[in-house]
């Protein structure tokens, strides 16, 4: 044989799970996205066929919905604990067990200035993660934010690059920043409360996002992930992924008009990409 | 020659604009996505290639830029106007000008409670819509909502319908109710402020959608279309599209289990779609 | 009551199928996606939630899957008919009945020269499409084409058209025309061979469109109508929209460097967009 | 400072080119989109502001086009290594530079049985990927495939797996396979020719899922990557990824019919997805 297997992985990927809790005529919903992925000695799968180690993706997929019904679903951590634990005593083939969660947001309708009881309007395409991963020796712990689409039409300048033959990008000390945060977080060990941290991080980002004077997109990262690590102890280090979404000024003046930032053409493609992590000390 | 010309149109679509207004420190943002097309004696260009009648659609982008720096943007269906206006005075050649125009949301990001002057963060994916159209006779205009996503967890039932050889459905007098609005309504008189109309028939159909006891998506939406033609006295008709889209309850019973309208599998596809038009009598 | 119904419909979108016929060893497989829609006397439904005169679209699902078991799937036309049937004998309640169904293209993988009797690799995103309709009093067909990419690279100018004040385009004789092919188009009656019927439609545009020399996109659409009328008797008239994406020729002058139409940038917005009827005479 | 820059990395993203080569009246088209990135010593941009190591994401787009001008885009490995030298020749801030290629597939339009000089029509979503990486000591190569979409309709089995409590699946001797091939393989060294390499690959992997008898997705993605790296010796090793599509047999028994694998629900979510290197020995 002149291959041999190196590192594997399967599971159940997009297992789209509705969870409503009543508290009476108030009903509390959450909609979730699980990837489910085991590690492990999958040798004589791979190699002869033989499916005896095997937990099929199918059963990942039904045990999803089961322990949906006999655990919390949130935090959406506490779920992921609950899934990668019965997932390793599933089946003792597996050395590791992952998973990921996304939760889509909805909101509750306001009728006559009153949330609604069990009525839901959208939120934003904003996503909030969970990636749990599990061995024989324990838990690990991550959280993230997905889509969180942000600007600002001031307080951002690009300035004093290198130039070559071939720049044509004029420098600027007045420009739009627009950027859809991609943000994933370790923590050293679980937060007393993970919806508290998730929250206190989002918040840290944003905040850092509109109050920063930027001098470029890579230094706003870094504020913003320092920002992050400030605001939760347990936050021991976090990946930001931003992309440069550039908002180009349209050349008015071939009109004989003046454009003072004012009229701008967002573009999708191509985009910046800056990426960095940020690493408590 | 076998064949002759029928109906045409061409334009511009998908021309992207970002606007900002500024209010001392204080900035007002608009991004939308903006459609134009001219119907008219087109004859020539089709037939002969002549080229002589035609406003280029690079054309119909510059200008939009340029309307977008001397006129306002907001309330759209007021851009709208000026941009058909301008259309038809730009070539004798068009009969008629159609302007579609989709508002994208941005919302203030709060920092330490207060709605801040320059940052925003992205809305849902729900959009605004305006639509309007002109003849060297007047104006017509039509608003829109796109993509807004509800849900409702009770208070919607579907019984008493045709059985077959091909029903597997049960009867249900608790299920969730999900669907994404399109709604499409036509004025026929320009309401006196676009902002309020849009409101108001925005409000109608989301406290209806949250209020109704519905027996079928069917009744509901003609009790949202009747809700919005009450809203507003302009609103002459309004053509609803409602998807289904079906939350499975998950079978738990294989697993000892009972599922009392607590576990959902949310679908994509297949999805019923129901659509119909209310008219003002 | 302020409000009236107008027209309405209801149905299931999105049912997705795929069909195997076995022929030995040798497989045949069809994938389809099938809209079916209601037309009717549906007033008690949407006005009192009476559920009475409803079929649901639940069976809708069912029906489509049952009848690819009982009857062929291919031409796709043949099966909108059966459908169609079905569907007004289902429920006398029912005045009209749409089906509109997409072929996605699966080819043979080819394994040593030769194509493989059951393994398939997925053809273009193009999809052949078909529309049958019916009323009380019988049924009427069109076909179609989604989503068919072409470009040439050579043999389409723009000249001659209006300049204003915001005109910037400049004239060309030599610019790259890619577009994606919408058409939908009318039977008279049902050709003796869907299949054929379809490939020769299909021949015609491509021939056309790669042989025309090319004034404009609305010259050339002209052209691939008109050939398409001329391709199959049975095609009362066709309806053909067009997008023109811009490949722009990339500025290299400024790096000193000449660009003789070799290096472009594809875009996707904004897009020009030409639609026309073409009828036979 | 509480946190510390950890690894970065910046760059340019969906940089769109389309390269057009004549030869005499019969025209070569190329359409790639280009993503470039560097890491380096970035510290001073993060932490300071400091702009003075950044070559801007505008400049490395203007350079691709200027390179695609001045070097041959095809084949793409040799494409990325040209990009890879210029820019960390245009920056000695950057200890690496990364590219990765995705070719888009157009293929000539036949015109009476001949493939058309000029016109094209675009090909399957299937993506040739090329990923090049340098240091100052050298290049490294990656080829791979996206989004190649292959099914067969039996020789597919899956039985003898783990069943637990929240086991639902049957057994099957004959099942759909169908998967969406992601692959990337490392070359130990550059292969003399890059287009015939990166053809034998997926010809091996094409042909290997065609002619496999298999009894799990891990079974044949093994077969897959071995014939892989059997079929080109600089292959070093192979990742693929292979969702695991499920083609759900529709339950016609509730009909009184049967289904004897001949009808069939294609799904997108969820699915398996299975993950493995395999590496030459």
């Not at 059963?59 to 679903?73: G, L």
């Not at 083939?93 to 939760?103: C, F, L, N, P, S």
């Not at 944003?206 to 109050?211: C, R």
């Amino acid at each position: 044989m002149p291959a041999r297997l190196g590192a594997t992985n399967y599971g159940k990927s997009r297992v789209r799970l509705f969870r409503v809790v009543r508290d009476g005529a108030r009903h509390h919903v959450a909609e979730l996205t699980v990837d489910v992925a085991l590690e492990g000695a999958y040798q004589a799968v791979h190699l002869e066929g033989d499916n005896a180690a095997v937990l099929p993706t199918d059963t990942m997929r039904n045990t999803v919905y089961a322990m949906a019904k006999e655990h919390p679903v949130t935090p959406i951590e506490a779920f992921g604990r609950t899934l990668v634990r019965h997932f390793l005593g599933a089946t003792h083939h597996a050395d590791g067990a992952r998973v990921r969660i996304a939760a889509h947001g909805w909101d509750r309708i306001t009728v006559g200035g009153t949330p609604h009881d069990h009525s839901f309007v959208r939120g934003s395409a904003e996503r909030r993660m969970a990636y749990v991963s599990a061995t024989r020796g324990g838990e690990r712990y991550s959280a993230g934010i997905e889509d969180l689409e942000v600007l600002k039409t001031t307080r951002s300048s690009f300035e004093g690059y290198i130039k070559d033959r071939f720049t044509t990008l004029p420098e600027t000390r007045d420009r739009i920043f627009s950027t859809v945060v991609s943000a994933r977080w370790a923590y050293s060990a679980a937060p007393a409360d993970f919806d508290a941290a998730f929250a206190a991080v989002r918040t840290a980002m944003l905040e850092t996002f509109a109050g920063h004077d930027s001098k470029s997109v890579q230094q706003t990262l870094f504020a913003m992930g320092t920002a992050a690590i400030d605001a939760v102890p347990e936050v021991s280090e976090i990946r930001l992924s931003l992309p440069n979404r550039h908002y180009l000024l349209f050349d008015l003046a071939r009109f004989g008009m003046e454009n003072a930032n004012e009229v701008f053409v967002p573009t999708s493609e191509p985009h910046g990409l800056i990426e960095a992590t940020v690493v408590r000390e």
